[in-house]
């Protein structure tokens, strides 16, 4: 099981949906865990980026919590 916890400021280029990155983050990181495709939790937030600090690029920030026992290898 692993919990992913995503925090961004991009924006969603058209024609794709929030949904779409959060399935595309869980079927990366599930698949680099090994994980069965059920046995993970996606959230995702967004901020506008006039409520972040100014960059050059979007910023996608993930946080990933599995079983004290599973390897990340």
Do not use: C, Q
């Amino acid at each position: 099981m692993a919990t992913i916890v995503s925090i961004t400021d991009a924006t969603i280029p058209e024609g794709k949906s929030e949904r779409e990155l959060i399935d595309g983050l869980g079927e990366a990181i599930g698949t680099g865990l090994g994980l069965p495709p059920k046995l993970k939790s996606v959230y995702n937030t967004m901020f506008s980026p006039d409520h972040t600090t100014i960059k050059d690029k979007p910023e996608l920030t993930t946080f990933i919590y599995t079983a004290p026992d599973k390897t990340t290898d």
